[in-house]
């Protein structure tokens, strides 16, 4: 998911960065450390590359940053006389697969999954004070793997409502007629009529990444237009709405047809005036399992299930599955579940399980180069997985269906 048309400041350069003492994250915020010892880096997220850091699994990360005075501005003052309707936020994207993050002594809240986008609104916080003080506490957790190249923390502003996260399935798919279901959380400052307007464009269309515009404006109405006014409440709301498409061009794999792609956009406004927008890249195609046998829109391929490479347990970075999307890869990606799923009650399964399909089927269920999902137990290399159960591979497997209707999932490893 990629956002767009947001006052957004990157911060990048004059971190500093070391190792993760026994109980050192209890100080990690504060404004008075010695920060003597530690030493800078560019970029968090990959401390590996840093002298001395390789062997480390845990991390602690500080970043002195200042506001210019006109943003300061901007996020409301006393006297009312600026927009109190702007929100601001901590985004932080590829920073690690675990860990958790302050700004100006405040908690704001845990990192999991190092692709997933984490955001948090700050408004209150940054109106206290143009100075401020972001800490990370990183580790690796269950299996070291390498950090996305593009690793970023930012601070962004929107409107009163931000869409927090966005799942696009293809649920219909010929060559006359495709039907596309989105479910979006949007997370709204108060009680607002709102407009949200969803385009799915070709990719080498004009208008195609509308959103992307700082001045949007309305794509114009046609095929593939889908326009709602829900009434937002305040605090998150879950939206589900579905968008036609009329003879659209198909997404195939190498070797059977051209690789169609698609652009989705999606643009939020309140009281006539856009409050955020992103964009998903998709490709329309159908994906079935019948007997072993892979079939892409109907059409059967040669190899079964060997036909599919296995990206195994972590999600990937966006840019590997947009290179598979434009090759006609098919991939089934696995799912990593953690070990404490498997120590607790069916309850905890089953929640654990729904949390883990859900994060998978937001962040790359819009690609059409996923053909399936494969839950697995990860394995350190120290220690065996227990012996997954009947029920529990049935309870996983149930956990991705619910999540992803759209593709098989097929039996824990």
Not at 253 to 282: E, F, K, M, N, W
Not at 309 to 334: I, M, P
Not at 376 to 391: C, L, M, N, T
């Amino acid at each position: 998911m990629t956002t767009g048309g947001s006052d957004a400041r990157v911060l990048t350069g004059d971190w500093l960065v070391r190792a993760a003492g026994h109980g050192e994250w209890r100080t990690v915020a504060e404004r008075g450390l010695d920060e003597s010892e530690w030493q800078a880096t560019s970029t968090p997220g990959r401390w590996w590359l840093d002298a001395g850091l390789a062997d480390e699994s845990a991390v602690l990360y500080r970043r002195r940053f200042e506001l210019p005075a006109e943003g300061t501005a901007e996020l409301g003052s006393p006297d009312g006389t600026a927009d109190r309707d702007a929100r601001w936020w901590f985004v932080a994207n590829g920073l690690c697969e675990l860990g958790h993050l302050w700004l100006d002594g405040t908690y704001l809240g845990d990192l999991r999954g190092r692709h997933a986008e984490h955001a948090f609104e700050v408004s209150h916080l940054l109106r206290a004070s143009p100075e401020h003080l972001a800490a990370v506490e990183a580790s690796h957790g269950a299996v070291r793997v390498p950090q996305s190249e593009d690793a970023q923390v930012q601070i962004e502003q929107t409107g009163p409502a931000r869409i927090q996260r966005v799942r696009a399935l293809v649920i219909e798919a010929s060559p006359d007629r495709a039907v596309l279901r989105i479910a979006a959380t949007v997370d709204s400052s108060g009680t607002h009529r709102s407009e949200i307007t969803t385009t799915v464009l070709p990719a080498e269309d004009p208008e195609a990444g509308w959103s992307q515009d700082a001045s949007r404006q309305v794509a114009s109405e046609g095929d593939g237009l889908a326009l709602s006014e829900p009434v937002l409440a305040r605090g998150r709301n879950e939206l589900e709405w579905l968008v036609a498409l009329e003879q659209p061009s198909l997404w195939w794999p190498a070797g059977l047809g051209d690789q169609a792609l698609y652009c989705i956009d999606i643009d939020v406004a309140v009281d006539g005036r856009s409050s955020h927008a992103v964009r998903l890249p998709t490709g329309i195609r159908t994906v079935s399992l019948r007997r072993g046998r892979v079939a892409v829109n109907g059409e059967p391929l040669r190899g079964g299930l060997d036909a599919l490479r296995v990206v195994q347990h972590e999600l990937s970075h966006r840019c590997a599955y947009d290179s598979a999307n434009t090759r006609g890869e098919l991939l089934c990606q696995q799912v990593t579940l953690e070990p404490s799923v498997f120590t607790g009650a069916e309850r905890g399964l089953r929640a654990l399980a729904a949390q883990a399909a859900a994060a998978a089927a937001d962040h790359a269920g819009h690609h059409p180069c996923i053909a399936a999902w494969q839950p697995v137990h990860p394995s350190d290399g120290r220690r065996r997985a227990p012996r997954i159960g009947s029920w529990t591979d049935r309870t996983v497997r149930q956990a991705m269906h619910a999540a992803d209707p759209t593709r098989p999932a097929l039996p824990t490893r």
